[in-house]
């Protein structure tokens, strides 16, 4: 079990209010992402959950029990970090079995765990190494491993890879969404990067300055979002987001269209300009197009290698069953 329910909590620090009142439910075994931009409240969010801070009002309960004034060590939960604080002269069975000596759990059992998280995490053959000894990626899995064996009812994960090189990153995320499905404990992750929040999560939550933008599966939040923020934060590239006449053409304050919604065409066609700098992945083509008589600068994503260059015409058409409409709240028309 681990649902955990937060009602009406607020977070002040001094007269600055972090988390304005606030309501979630994650469900049990869900892998829920909090994401949103550095500073919005994830982390403050993730410790208040914790109990690592205490909330200004409000109330939290964790399988149907108030937890609100449960010490952090009582609640259930396990914390992984991105600075994973090892202790540099315990061998990895050490540093994994710690939480489990000073809860005073013996020693067969310790073992016990010990040997199925490693082999859950390919530590095996590393236990009797240092943190010194190890890459990386292996230090996050220790880390990983001594909130494993404390058989948590959620584990609460702040930015833990954010410390790792891009490839390492894709291979742990890889490695924490199997972990999620072997052991279908509800996880708590916290991002800045939406690419993580849509690749792992069942559900996202989208925070900006401690309010919740939205709730919703990754797709969800891709097809129908919210608001104009959120438009702009999930997706990559960014949804091109147009105001001016060419929105209020579409009855709406803003109009947005993702890079991968444009068409290039050859004959006839809404927007007429120039290449600006187009950037050749390989797989895909992504190119800026300006002097289309928008104010905005259109980035257009197409499959493939495309041979446009800079200071070339052409000619694009957003499909129209894909554009997005937002008042001058940013909300969504419908
Ligand atoms: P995130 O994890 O999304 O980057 P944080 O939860 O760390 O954001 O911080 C949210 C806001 O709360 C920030 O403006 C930060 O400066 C402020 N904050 C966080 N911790 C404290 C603290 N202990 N005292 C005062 N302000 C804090
Ligand atoms: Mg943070």
Redesign the pocket.
Known sequence: MGQITLEKVTKR??D?E?IPPLDLTIQDGEFTVFV??????????L?LIAGLEDMTTGTISIDGQDATDTPPAKRGLAMVFQSYALYPHMSVRKNIAFPMRMAGIDIAEQNRRIEQAAAALNLTDYLDRRPGQLSGGQRQRVAIGRAIVREPEAFLF?EPLSNLDAALRVGMRLEISELHKRLATTMIY?T?DQVEAMTMADKIVV?RA?HIEQVGTPLELYHTPRNSFVAGFIGSPKMNLITGPEAEKCDAHTIGIRPEHIDVVDGEGLWTGKVGVAEHLGSDTFFHVQDTGLAETITVRAPGEVNYRHGDTITLNPRPDQVHRFDAQGLRIA
């Open positions: 620090f001094g600055v972090v949103g931009p550095s500073g919005c409240g994830k982390s403050t969010l410790r702040d916290v800045h925070l401690g």
